[in-house]
């Protein structure tokens, strides 16, 4: 090979994942590349435009956005695109835009998926963000057989991309951006003496901590870190990261080893390696205004629910990272309404009920809400800002998919929208004088979860609640006389009891002959037992030191609630995937013989504990 | 333009010459030049560089060559060819600082004909691309008049004068080596070349060119016409 051509093969080895090639790979590519240069914003690619090469950028850089302008990426020397096109069949997804003056230098596709082939790091690397099918709402249409990252089997080691950059914590600010320019990165560790960790600075610190406060360069670093940061085990998985970062809204986390640190991730690594991210979604519709576009976004939930379900996901992690994304739905519509009504008059707080005040939401869900205002609430002055608020926020979720409640238990029902005195009233009604039939209809308000506002206001009400129940021997028989109301699907012979007839003939609802008894009898006995959690997994696991229920019942009944919710889930996946509706109505000859024993089982757990239940509370009410 | 130029890029002549080429050079003729008004995206260029001797056409002789090849506005590395001359008489030292091409690097190299046969297929019907074009077309053209018995026409676009009018239309005062390709690339973001031979020269100036086309006209409509010499 020729000096000139030889630098083209050094710059590639000096690129991910070019760098995993052998040399004779390498020293090949030159000769099959072609050059191409493009002015600062000239647009290089179109969504669903021909694009039959891999553009690795040789100098300057790109801007990537989806088809809707979001941006997506920002790449530079030695970064590729075009990457999806060349799992697509040629087809661009997105666009491409120059940032500087750049000079590309493009890989013919039948040469990469030469390479791909031979290779399976090279693909692994590409697969990843070639698979990333989210950002696009073609994902349906796409070929699926590329290798989806097993988010739960790869360890937050493999994860870490370089040696971690840090710096002393007597160095000032110009210090630190220095260094963060020079090594290219975003994060800093701040460091004390040898290894101990005294905090992390991000180049966000840089932009809302020095610049937009107009702070000097000249003062230390410590200023404007965050000391103990959040961190996370090499052990632990990615998906605990994704997890980490998601509930504590962080981009960064050092990876901790016996007190030292050993790397950092960034939701980069996360979204390099990981194609479906929630944490992207989530971060996306934190910054969108108008509902219907967040409907994009979350439309694309029954895919990440696929791809997590398929990554080995329980039913749990599942249901916490798809709530998560309703919770950011419900944030970003208030913090609109905010913006458009003005400042609150008096505090309040959203609360989210049901599955989403429980972390369980599956494929899709309608939305249960309400408002607690604050005691200084007048009427007379008020009651149009909050009532303003909760219908921009019900019919913006509307919009969003998560449909209006058929109950109407929501934050527009003038009803579900009181300052904390009438909560308490309410409460103090169900509680005490207990009615079967209202008992039923506002099950989903014991099932509360602050999501945005004043939280002592919850808090306030929730103690009482957890307090009143616990003491109130009647209110928890009505309860239980509605939870038997919910049958399981067995017969005396431990048959499957199916429904027959109609557009479900011969199918099983897991859902209410399934999911819900056991959410229904783990509210009870964590009520019965002052426990203030809500989620039915912490209830249970909460439970299982109280005498109502026994430990081996609450240990099995958690067997039951995960294999049910799971073999509910993955019946939904096998649904997304062929383009049907996912629903809760499982035909039995669908499963293997294996799991339909398994699923009876899961049954007879939920009644046995439903008739120990019985016995326990004594059944009245109903 | 001179007039003298104008008759030696016309048609006319090239028929005229045609009919006195041989061997390759007639089959180079045999097709025809490019055409000026179509778009410089529908053209196809060779980008060529030379290492010679000396400066002089008529005295020195050519020790290597590099070219590439630009379809649609893009270096195709495939093309990339790097061809040593055997000289007709030994290389002077001064040369030799030069090019670092040895007596004993051409002593098994092929004479000028052969390479000629080699390169004028890949020049027929193409737009020659070159970093200051007198250099190139002068020594091509005396090897074409002593191997074929003709003179060598061809379109050309010189970089360089492209870049002197690039600079004369931003106004400013020139600097010292601001022509050279180094500069100039640097000038237009495209990463330095450490080696410097006759093909690392011709990919230089191929880069330039579509830096200093995209700069004219990011989508390539531009007629050729408008950036021959």
């Known amino acids: 090979m020729s000096i000139e051509l030889e630098e083209i093969a050094e710059f590639l080895k000096q690129h991910h994942p070019f760098d995993l090639l052998p040399d004779e790979e390498i020293n090949a590519l030159p000769k099959r590349l072609t050059a191409r240069y493009f002015r600062a914003g000239t647009k290089v690619l179109s969504p669903e435009e021909q694009c039959l090469h891999l553009y690795i950028i040789r100098t300057g850089g790109t801007e990537t956005r989806d088809p809707n302008g979001q941006l997506l990426a920002r790449l530079s020397e030695g970064e590729c695109f075009g990457v999806r096109a060349m799992f697509r069949n040629g087809k661009a997804a997105n666009n491409i835009t120059t940032l500087e003056d750049s000079l590309c230098y493009l890989l013919p596709e039948k040469d990469f998926h030469g390479l791909a082939d031979k290779y399976p790091q090279f693909k692994y690397f590409f697969a990843q963000m070639g698979g990333d099918r989210l950002r696009s709402g073609m994902q349906l249409l796409e070929s699926r057989d590329d290798d989806q990252l097993k988010l739960m089997s790869v360890k937050v080691a493999d994860l870490i991309a370089r040696d971690l950059v840090s710096i002393d914590k007597s160095a000032t600010i110009l210090e630190a951006g220095k260094l963060m320019s020079k090594e290219r990165v975003s994060c800093l560790l701040v460091t004390e003496g040898e290894d101990h960790v005294a905090g992390i600075m991000t180049d966000r610190d840089l932009r809302n901590r020095v610049v937009a406060q107009g702070r000097s360069y000249d003062d230390p670093i410590t200023e404007i870190m965050t000391a103990n940061p959040i961190s996370i085990h090499p052990d632990d998985y990615a998906f605990d990261a994704l997890l980490t970062m998601t509930r504590h809204n962080v981009r960064h986390l050092p990876v901790m080893k016996g007190g030292k640190a050993v790397g950092m991730i960034t939701t980069n690594n996360l979204l390099a390696r990981q194609s479906l991210s929630a944490v992207y979604m989530a971060g996306r519709i934190g910054k969108l205004t108008d509902p219907a576009d967040m409907a994009k976004v979350i439309k694309q939930v029954p895919e990440l629910l696929s791809h997590l379900i398929e990554a080995g996901a329980t039913s749990q992690n599942a249901g916490h990272i798809v709530t998560t994304l309703s919770d950011a739905a419900t944030v970003r519509l208030l913090q609109l309404a905010e913006e458009k009504f003005g400042p609150p008059p008096v505090p309040y707080v959203w609360v989210a009920g049901g599955s989403q005040g429980r972390q369980e939401q599956t494929a899709l869900s309608d939305q249960d809400n309400c408002l607690i205002i604050d005691d200084t609430y007048d009427p007379e002055q008020h009651s149009d800002w909050f009532k303003a608020l909760a219908e921009f926020v019900c019919d913006g979720l509307n919009t969003v998919g998560y449909v209006y409640c058929p109950g109407e238990m929501m934050a527009k029902t003038d009803q579900w929208r009181q300052p904390a005195r009438v909560w308490q009233q309410y409460f103090n009604k169900w509680i005490e004088q207990p009615e079967p039939k209202a008992l039923m209809l506002c099950s989903v308000w014991f099932d509360l979860r602050p999501i945005h506002g004043t939280k002592s206001l919850f808090d306030n009400l929730h103690r009482l609640i957890v307090s009143k129940a616990r003491d109130n021997r009647i209110f928890q028989a009505y309860m239980v006389g509605n939870a038997l109301t919910h049958h399981v699907p067995l017969g005396f012979f431990k048959n499957f009891v199916m429904i027959r007839g109609g557009e479900h003939d011969s199918t099983l609802d897991l859902k209410h002959n399934g999911v819900v008894p056991i959410v229904d009898l783990a509210r009870i006995h964590a009520l019965a037992n002052g426990v203030d959690a809500v989620n039915t997994f912490e209830r249970l696991h909460a439970v299982k030191s109280f005498p109502s229920i026994s430990k081996q019942g609450a240990s099995d009944l958690l067997d039951a609630f995960e294999f049910i919710s799971i073999t509910r889930l993955k019946h939904q996946v096998r649904q997304i995937r062929r383009g049907d509706a996912p629903d809760n109505f499982l035909h039995p000859e669908s499963l293997s013989a294996f799991e339909r024993s398994h699923l009876k089982d899961a049954f007879s757990v939920i009644k046995n504990l439903q008739s120990a239940l019985e016995n326990a509370f004594g059944k009245s009410g109903t | ?229």
């Not at chain 2, 379809?71 to 290389?91: M, T």
């Not at chain 2, 690097?105 to 193409?126: C, F, K, S, W, Y």
């Open chain 2, 1 to 229: 333009m001179g007039l003298r130029q104008k008759i030696i890029d016309s048609q006319i002549y090239r028929d005229f010459i045609q009919r006195k080429a041989t061997g390759p050079l007639r089959t180079y003729y045999d097709i025809p030049p490019a055409d000026p008004s179509r778009s410089v995206m529908d053209t196809e260029f060779i980008a060529l560089d030379l290492e010679t001797t000396g400066l002089d056409p008529k005295r020195d002789e050519i020790v290597s060559l590099g070219w590439v090849i630009i379809r649609q506005l893009g270096v195709d590395f495939s093309s990339c060819e790097h061809v040593l001359v055997r000289p007709k008489r030994e290389l002077s030292e001064s040369s030799v600082v030069v090019h670092h091409i040895f007596d004993s690097d051409v002593a098994n190299a092929p004479d000028i004909g052969t390479a000629l046969e080699h390169l004028l297929p890949q020049m027929a019907g193409r737009v020659l691309i070159s970093h200051h074009a007198p250099i190139e077309l002068g020594f091509l053209g005396q090897a074409c008049k002593r191997c074929f018995g003709a003179p060598l026409q061809i379109p050309t676009v010189d970089t360089l004068v492209l870049a002197l009018r690039d600079l004369h239309r931003s106004g400013q005062p020139m600097k010292s080596g601001a022509l050279k390709l180094d500069n100039l690339r640097r000038s237009h973001n495209l990463p330095p070349f450490r080696a410097h031979n006759a093909l690392s020269d011709a990919i230089a100036a191929s880069g330039l060119f579509l830096a200093q086309i995209a700069k004219r006209d990011p989508k390539g409509e531009l007629e050729l016409n408008r950036i021959l010499r």
